[in-house]
């Protein structure tokens, strides 16, 4: 492999690390998915409002969460909210835990509190990784009986889990959407090994384009 192909190769891959987050499969989430405002609360940079989404079925005596990580590690949160813009008072629906090793984890047996029986809602799935936090929502009818599993439920071949205690994830569970004119702010606190994380990407794959212009021209 030439120096150049090498150097190209790398970028690729940084370029790639710098930008990944997480995507849920099921349940269908809500709002378009932008990579760029995943880390605003409470759904990734979408308003939720009940009134004005289509719900998908979640039964209460277990159902399937399925997420894609593409980042080496992450410790994930599931929660239910029955409040029409999701604000605060989140129910933890299954314990914290860590996913080792990126791809598919796919959960078919995630119960929910039978007070939330005939209501709609939302299932927020929080990621606590490397870039800080990741959000993620899905509008739901929580229905009786025990879900199908689909054929994609599935575990990528290097995914291992473990239980673990996170108290910032803990703490989402109370969180409410800052006003309009606060929103950034709290989200630079929040994602600052992201932010930095991501700032020394775009600098060092700027730097890297420079250089391997350079090496192009000899």
Request: aromatic residues 8%.
């Amino acid at each position: 492999m030439s120096p150049i192909t090498r150097l190209a190769t790398v970028m690729l891959l940084f370029t790639g690390i710098t930008n990944a987050h997480f995507t849920v499969e099921h349940p269908p989430t809500i709002g378009q998915f932008n990579d760029d405002t995943e880390g605003d609360h409470p759904c990734g940079g979408y308003s939720p409002d009940i009134s004005k989404v289509s719900t998908t079925d979640f039964h209460i005596d277990g159902d399937v969460i399925a997420t894609t990580l593409t980042h080496p590690e992450s410790t994930w949160l599931y929660r239910v909210n029955v409040d029409p813009t999701a604000q605060g008072n989140w129910t933890e629906v299954w314990p914290i835990f860590q996913q080792s090793g990126q791809g598919k984890f796919c959960n078919p047996q995630v119960t929910i509190p039978r007070e939330f029986l005939g209501k709609k809602g939302f299932i927020g799935i929080v990621s606590h990784a490397v870039d800080g936090f990741l959000y993620q929502c899905s509008a739901v009818h929580f229905v009786e009986g025990t879900g199908t599993k689909p054929s994609d439920c599935t575990n990528g071949s290097s995914v291992t889990t473990n239980w673990v205690s996170d108290d910032q994830l803990t703490a989402k569970l109370n969180e409410s959407t800052p006003s309009t004119s606060e929103q950034h702010t709290p989200n630079l606190a929040v994602s600052s090994k992201g932010g930095a994380f991501q700032g020394l990407g775009g600098m060092l794959t700027i730097g890297l384009m420079v250089v391997l212009g350079a090496m192009m021209t000899v």
